[in-house]
Structure formats: C-alpha cells, structure tokens
C-alpha cells in the first residue's frame, strides 16, 4: 500500500543520526584543514620567492665577478683572484661590486701576508707583498702596504740578530776561536736595505770592512739562510783586517790557487761571473763560511770544495791569533 513500509519496525531508512555523526569529520579538524589548505600557495611562493631572487642577482655579471673573486680568495689563489679582479675593475670600474671585491682582496693578501711572517716564511710574504705593491703601487692602500714591508725588514733583522748572536756563540764558546777574531766580528754593524745593487743577478750581501759595515739586500735574502749570508761576510772581515800578505801566500798554497791571480777584484761593478768565482779573496769568505759554520759547498768557486776541512781550521785560528 502506498506509503506503508516493509522494513521492520524501529529501523528508519537512510542512517542513523549517531552514525552520521560517526562519519563526518569533528568541526574543528574541518577548519584546521580549510586553513591548511589556504596557506599551501603562500608556503609555495615563500619558498620560490628566494629562488627567483637569486637567480635574478646571478644574472648581473658584476654579481657573478665578486662571486669568483671571492671564491679564489677562499681558496687562498691571489694570483687568480687579482686576475677576476682586474676583470671586474676594468668592466665595472665604478660599481659597489668593484669596491667591494678590491677591499676583500687587499684584506686576504693582508692576512696572508701576517701569517706567513709569524710563520716565518718570509720568501711567501714578499711573494704576496710583491702582488700588493704591483697593483696597489701609489693608492690608497699605500700606507698599508708600508706597513707590511716595515714589519717584514722587523722579521728579518730579527732573524739576523738570532743568526749572529748564535754563531758569536759557537766562536766563542764551542769553537774557541782568537778573542782577537770574535772582537772584530763582534763589532760589525748590519743594515737592512733595498739598494738595488744586483751585478750577477744573484747578489744577496756585500761587506764593508773598511766602514765596519755588512748590507743584506732585502729584495734577495727573503728564501736564504741567514747563517751561510753573515758567515761568507764574516769571511771578508776576517781576510781585511787579520791576513797579512805573507798568511794570504800560504793560503794561495793551501788551496792551490796560482800566485798571479789579484787577490781581490779590480771593479766589482764590472767583473763578469767567471772573474769573480776565480777571485782568491771570494774563495777565503766561502771557505770560512763552510769550514767555520759547517754549512755545505756551493758552487762559488772555480778552485773546488774544502777537502781538508780540520787543517784549514787549525791554520785559520792560527792566522787570526
């Protein structure tokens, strides 16, 4: 009959209102969800902004310079960092990047520059300052760069006063030199200097004995051993004011060296490579060199290493008593 029921009696068509309750999400995780879905579009564009940012800045080429100087300057290459800079200078002369590239840099070499003095490797940082005062020759980095050169000649005159002080020491004390001798050398005084004075390309230090001074010539000495510069001087010294020509005769003989040869050179401004290995008075300082600090031979020269080392010394105390 229309409208009568065949279910049984209590059960109603379509779900109970528990049940439906039962399926339907809690109100409060409906707004949860409906706000979480609003905000995925500002997550996303949050996370894309940076990125089109950033690839709008490498696309500037003044950008992409200091990126590459900077990267050099991390991996401590000065060399190849100065090449990016000039790039980057020469390009955009003007731009903050340029300032900004050619601050850093002078601030890396800088550091560079310190550590390798406290490091003591004095040969790196003239390198290094070498780079500096090439380009940064007469700006405004002038003041800094002398800074760096005065606390280099500071290094290196501290080095030579340990140098001396040490073999005064050994003379004195190990060696039992002639006081007579170890007075003199004692006595010398040193000057550190940048006078260009380089006949053979290979000039480190120059004697004086006359005007009881020593010139190490910083330009060169950065990679030396100190002991074996000061000992060679020492030599001339000794041969100036000890040797008489009758203890330089038996030297000649000692050495074999011909009695014709002068003894010292005529003009030193002058004299070629061969004339000065050949030079009876250079062969003394470099014997006294080795036979007194011990050092190894150097081809310096032309009469040949010391083959008899203990009666070379002996006659040395001898003729500086």
Not at 110 to 128: G, I, T
Not at 285 to 305: I, K, N, Q
């Amino acid at each position: 009959m229309e409208g009568d029921s065949h279910l049984p009696q209590g059960i109603t068509e379509g779900p109970a209102p528990e049940a439906e309750e039962a399926i339907r999400p809690p109100r409060q995780a409906r707004r949860w969800m409906t706000a979480a879905l609003a905000g995925i579009p500002l997550l996303i564009l949050s996370l894309a902004l940076p990125l089109v940012l950033r690839a709008g800045h490498a696309t500037s080429p003044q950008e992409r310079l200091l990126a590459e100087v900077r990267n050099e300057l991390e991996e401590g290459d000065l060399e190849a960092a100065l090449e990016g800079l000039r790039e980057l200078l020469t390009a955009y002369p003007g731009s903050e990047e340029a300032g900004q590239a050619k601050e850093e840099f002078f601030g890396k070499a800088e550091d560079l520059v310190v550590a390798d003095l406290e490091a003591f490797q004095n040969q790196s940082a003239r390198q290094k300052l070498s780079l500096l005062d090439g380009f940064f020759y007469g700006g405004e980095y002038r003041g800094r760069i002398e800074e760096l050169r005065s606390l280099l000649h500071e290094k290196l005159w501290l080095e030579a006063q340990c140098a001396m002080a040490s073999l005064l020491n050994i003379l004195e004390v190990q060696e039992d030199y002639p006081r007579r001798m170890t007075e003199l050398l004692r006595g010398i005084n040193y000057d550190l200097t940048d006078y260009d004075y380089d006949p053979f390309g290979t000039t480190l230090s120059m004697s004086f004995p006359k005007f009881n001074l020593i010139a190490l010539f910083v330009p060169e000495i950065y990679e030396h051993d100190m002991f074996d510069l000061i000992l060679h001087e020492w030599g001339h010294f000794v041969d100036y004011h000890l040797l008489d020509d009758a203890e330089r005769a038996e030297y000649r003989r000692l050495r074999e060296i011909p009695a014709d040869v002068p003894w010292n050179l005529k003009d030193p401004d002058t004299v070629n490579e061969l004339e000065y290995k050949s030079c009876p008075a250079e062969d003394f300082a470099e014997v006294f060199r080795v036979v007194v600090g011990g050092g190894e031979w150097r081809e310096a020269s032309v009469y040949g290493e010391v083959h008899n080392p203990k009666e070379m010394e002996e006659w040395l105390k001898k003729a500086a008593a």
